[in-house]
């Protein structure tokens, strides 16, 4: 009797042994160790992270489309979108943009030599002038000169291809007929010329600015385009602070903060036709009808 009672305690004994040791290993298997730092760090590391574009990938392609496509999508979408059409008034829209215009602007942002500053080092912002943030940009284009000159030529080649869709209007109908006047006429008693002499009447730009001594293409599209970007362009063409365009350069500094505040914002909505504009002068001065009896 006491003999068949230790084999049962025995065999007791052994069940809970193999328990418990299930128990730990299942605890092993669905808590795993907390990793140390160090090995947190080498994990890290080892994860693997979004591609990064290389300029590199796209030298020895042929300048076209498709190489400023890759270009635009892989260094200025996060200011311009990958197809031109900015959605922020601090960055210009490029879609649309005539292609001679885009180019020269690029090459004002990079120093034509060693030691010497870019035609366009600074911009101005908060009233004050600052360094540019393009100059950094352009700089991730390719160091090679000719490479530099492929990939300036696609991307002016794609984003004066895409479509401006992102159109801006006029917003301040208390300032319309100013700025009309100016874009249209000029401000004769300061020898401020109609900006329609060379960005076009409906604010298209000019195709053969060359004639002037200003490069092919040099006149920008300015109709839709963000007012805010236009009026700070005036102010940096003023101030000194943008200097690749003597005759822009001349023409602000004769304008005051009014007169520019009111064509930028006439030009802004500028893709209306004329006709648009002057029924918009209309319902401003149209009389107010009659009270009824």
Partial sequence: MKRSYSYLLAALALVAGV????????????????????????SAAAAPVAAVFDIKSV???????????????????????????????????????????????????KAAEAGVDPLRLNSYEGGKKVISQMGAQVAMLSSDPKEFEKDAQSLALWFSSQKLTSLETASSES???LGQNIYRGGIVAKGVPACAGCHGPTGQGMFNASKLGAGAKAFPL????????????????????????????????RMT????????????GKRLTPEAAAEVLKQKTAPAPAAAP
């Fill in 19 to 42: 328990a418990i040791a299930q128990q730990k290993q299942t605890a092993q298997t669905a808590a795993p160790a907390v990793p140390t730092a160090a090995e947190a760090v080498v």
């Fill in 59 to 109: 030298q020895g392609m042929d300048v076209g489309m498709e190489r400023g496509r890759l270009i635009a999508a892989g260094i200025c979408v996060a200011c311009h979108q990958a197809d031109g059409n900015s959605i922020a008034a601090a960055y210009p829209k490029l879609a649309g943009q005539h292609e001679g215009y885009l180019l020269k602007q690029l090459h004002d942002f």
């Fill in 175 to 177: 300032t319309l007929e």
């Fill in 222 to 253: 300015v109709a839709g385009q963000f007012s805010d970007y236009m009026a700070n362009q005036l102010l940096a063409f003023r101030e000194d602070a943008r200097k690749n365009s003597p005759i822009m350069s001349d023409i602000a500094k």
């Fill in 257 to 268: 903060d009014a007169e520019i505040n009111a064509v930028t914002d006439f030009m802004a």
